[in-house]
């Protein structure tokens, strides 16, 4: 599906991303963890084919990509509904419906994005996301402006559309226990130049256990406490 190795890339001849290996499979969840300005949105970009890598190789197998942006990204003169549907000629009236009562939106489709929260219109860029059906989908930090308790919600509600659509994912967090939620595979990013330091495997995603959750909770906290002491 997607076989990144050994990208780099550098702004202005300061190294962000060098020798990065990072693989995503057909239907797999895959989150990226690593703190703030390590070069994670530029290695999506790249994916993207929105940045060009200076080094190393994206070998892709797929042809339909989402990329759901940290800013919204709607268009201020179309509804919700309609910032949905221009994404997909083909996507009915009661699909787009569901997705966005599935983002807690239904009521809110004929309103314009000036007339929303913040927290609402990334709803709508992911409802969007998801209406294009995309075999993979790029999340950068899609919940950070959500409440916990909605983030929530929308977690399960987003696994439950991925469980029918079964496309990959990346995505971007800050979060573990969102991170824990969600994925096959969990990738640590750090370093200046960045790349990937660790790479957990999840036994049984999305099925674990308080323990099991908080054993990789543990695992990734201790990581951290080491690469930084
Ligand atoms: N177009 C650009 N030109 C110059 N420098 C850039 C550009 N885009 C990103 N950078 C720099 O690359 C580094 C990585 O940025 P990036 O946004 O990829 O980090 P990030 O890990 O996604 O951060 P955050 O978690 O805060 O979103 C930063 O130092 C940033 O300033």
Known sequence: MLKISRLGKAFDHRCVLEDVDLNISKREIVSIIGPSGRGKT?????????????TGKIERSYTRLSYVFQEDRLLPWLTVAENVKLVNDALSSDDCMALLAMMRLADSQRLYPSEISGGMRQRVAMARAFAYEPELILLDEPFKSIDQFLRKQLIEDMLA?????????????????????????????DGIPASIVKRI?????????????????????????????
């Not at 970009?45 to 890598?53: D, E, P, Y």
């Not at 559309?161 to 640590?188: C, F, K, N």
């Open 201 to 229: 495997v999840i036994d049984a995603p999305r099925n674990l256990t308080e323990t099991a959750k908080q054993t990789i909770r543990n695992e990734i906290e201790k990581f951290w406490e080491e690469e930084t002491s």
């Open 161 to 189: 559309l991925w469980r029918v659509q079964g496309q990959s994912v990346l995505l971007v967090t800050h979060d573990p226990d969102e991170a824990i939620a969600m994925s096959d595979t969990i990738y640590l990013m």
């Open 42 to 54: 530029t290695l999506l970009k790249l994916i993207a084919g929105l940045l060009t890598a200076d």
